[in-house]
Structure formats: structure tokens, C-alpha cells
């Protein structure tokens, strides 16, 4: 085989493998040297499988291949690498966050987005029911009604409370 055709071969199994990688990630979670290989651009380059007809170049002529062979040239296999260790990653790892890895940041970064988006929701309910509490207050301190009628719009108003306060428990849970 000429040394172009090995080149293109490299690219177009490449992909594939990739692709296969990205939709069953379990079956290739123990093979150290392709976990190896997808760390990195110069990785996938240097990779080979002879099986699959795989054989290892320098990132320059995977790139130049690439280029002439796929639509988005190189940038659609180094997307297709990343995605193919970040599904190796979270089949492994599965849904526990570390640190360590890309999928385990953007898990976590994910959860305290949430976490903070759900903050938020709060504290806006809350401000708006003491500026309600506020005005209330105010409208009794005010008002000339008589005890039993003053009684009677705290009641009210407690129940009010109580619903907006356990609404916002169990929506932070």
C-alpha cells in the first residue's frame, strides 16, 4: 500500500473507531493504550491497531489527511477524539463527579449552576414576601381596626407565609 493510502486509511478507521467508541464507551473503558491515545492530538496520531488497519503517523500528515478526506478536516476528528474520551470517562466514572476529569468539572460545574439558579429563585421569593410582610405591618401599625379584627388579618397573612415558606422548602429539595 502506498504511503497516501495508508495515511487515508488511518483517517477514515480512525473516525470510525471514534464513532464506535462514542456510541458503546464500555467496551473500550479497560484498553490503556486507546485511553492513552485520546488523551491528546499527538496520542491519536501515534496510535495503532493493526486489526482495524490502524497505523501510526506523525500529527502533521493526520492533520494534512484529514483535511483533504473529512468536511471539517482535522477539526471534525479531534472533536470526535474528545467526545470519544469524555464518553470513556463517564462510562468509568459514571454519574460521580471528580475533579480530575473534563466530564467530572462540567458535571460539577452543571450541579452548582443549578444549585445556583435554584438560590436565586429563593431569595427573590423571600425578598418579596418581607417587602410583603413590610407592607402589612405598616398597613396594621395604621389601621384603627380592633383587636379582633387585627387577629383575624394575622391569621391571614400566617397562613400565607406558611404556604409561600413550604413552597420554597420543598422546591429546593
Given at each position: 500500500m502506498e504511503t497516501l493510502e495508508v495515511n487515508q486509511n488511518k483517517v477514515i478507521e480512525t473516525k470510525s473507531l471514534l464513532l464506535e467508541i462514542i456510541?458503546?464507551?464500555?467496551?473500550?473503558?479497560?484498553?490503556?493504550?486507546?485511553?492513552?491515545?485520546?488523551?491528546?492530538?499527538?496520542?491519536?496520531?501515534?496510535?495503532?491497531?493493526?486489526?482495524?488497519?490502524?497505523?501510526?503517523?506523525?500529527?502533521?500528515?493526520?492533520?494534512?489527511?484529514?483535511?483533504?478526506?473529512?468536511?471539517?478536516?482535522?477539526?471534525?476528528?479531534?472533536?470526535?477524539?474528545i467526545n470519544a474520551k469524555d464518553a470513556i470517562e463517564e462510562a468509568t466514572i459514571g454519574n460521580k463527579a471528580t475533579k480530575t476529569t473534563r466530564t467530572g468539572l462540567r458535571q460539577a460545574v452543571n450541579e452548582l449552576e443549578s444549585k445556583l439558579n435554584t438560590s436565586r429563585k429563593s431569595n427573590f421569593l423571600l425578598t418579596t414576601?418581607?417587602?410583603?410582610?413590610?407592607?402589612?405591618?405598616?398597613?396594621?401599625?395604621?389601621s384603627n381596626d380592633t383587636p379582633e379584627e387585627k387577629k383575624t388579618v394575622y391569621q391571614e397573612i400566617n397562613k400565607r407565609v406558611e404556604a409561600k415558606l413550604s413552597y420554597l422548602n420543598h422546591s429546593e429539595q
Open positions: 456510541r458503546e464507551p464500555l467496551n473500550f473503558k479497560g484498553i490503556e493504550a486507546l485511553l492513552l491515545a485520546l488523551k491528546s492530538q499527538a496520542g491519536l496520531a501515534k496510535f495503532s491497531d493493526t486489526e482495524k488497519g490502524i497505523l501510526s503517523c506523525s500529527l502533521n500528515t493526520l492533520k494534512s489527511a484529514s483535511e483533504s478526506l473529512l468536511d471539517r478536516g482535522f477539526k471534525e476528528l479531534d472533536e470526535l477524539r414576601m418581607i417587602t410583603e410582610l413590610r407592607s402589612e405591618l405598616n398597613r396594621m401599625a395604621h
